[in-house]
């Protein structure tokens, strides 16, 4: 299983912008489908955008959709999410996770090899 770190998050505006990142160890990372999740305090946690294996196919959470964009660089075994005009109620722990499949899911039960998360704070 892949080991995941993520970064890049912090305090930003609303309207703002923000790109997190996530690197992966291992010599296989193209062999995962990759998922964004948040998770605010209180909440369960939730999908935000996934890709699959070499980027051809994304999908997003109604919440996020037109705002956030997920790409990966397979070279340099990294998934980015970039959060373009965030809410406040974008606000939370944003976690990366890894799903050995060429297929996207949104449920998190189907992800492994979770990040330790990094926070993302959006002001009004």
């Known amino acids: 299983q892949v080991q995941l770190v993520e970064s890049g998050g912090g305090l930003v505006q609303a309207g703002g912008s923000l790109r997190l990142s996530c690197a992966a160890s291992?010599?296989?990372?193209?062999?995962?489908?990759m998922g964004w999740f948040r998770q605010a305090p209180g909440k369960e946690r939730e999908f935000v955008a996934a890709?699959?294996?070499?980027?051809?196919?994304?999908r997003y959470a109604d919440s996020v959709k037109a705002r956030f964009t997920i790409s990966r660089g397979n070279a340099k075994n990294t998934v980015y999410l970039q959060m373009n005009s965030p809410k406040p109620e974008d606000t939370g722990v944003y976690y990366c996770?890894?799903?050995?499949?060429?297929?996207?899911?949104?449920?998190?039960?189907?992800?492994?090899?979770w990040g330790p998360g990094t926070q993302v704070t959006v002001s009004s």
């Open positions: 996770s890894a799903r050995r499949s060429f297929l996207t899911s949104t449920n998190p039960n189907c992800y492994g090899g």
């Open positions: 890709i699959t294996h070499y980027g051809a196919s994304t």
């Open positions: 291992g010599r296989t990372f193209s062999s995962y489908a």
